[in-house]
């Protein structure tokens, strides 16, 4: 698992960006791969992850939030 923090989220349309650890690019975040009961996150949270290759590139998978601000 890797850590990163959430850029921002978008509750509307679910989805948003993650910085990883030791990155400076943001990764895609679906709300479908938030592995909890909420299904959004908040702009500034630590979270632990999987980066897979989507379609469009790397995306996060498998979000939970380890530290919730």
């Known amino acids: 698992m890797q850590k990163g923090i959430v850029k921002w ?3 509307e349309k ?3 960006f993650i910085i990883p650890e ?3 690019d943001a990764i895609f975040c679906h709300h ?3 592995a909890s009961s909420s299904k ?4 500034g949270q630590i979270v632990e992850f ?3 290759q ?5 995306q996060a998978e498998n979000v939970r939030v380890v530290d919730s601000n």
């Open 32 to 34: 479908s791969a938030i």
């Open 40 to 43: 959004f996150l908040s702009e």
């Open 50 to 52: 999987r980066i897979v």
């Open 22 to 24: 030791g990155r400076e």
């Open 9 to 11: 989220y978008n509750v």
């Open 54 to 58: 989507g379609n469009k590139g790397a």
């Open 14 to 16: 679910g989805y948003g």
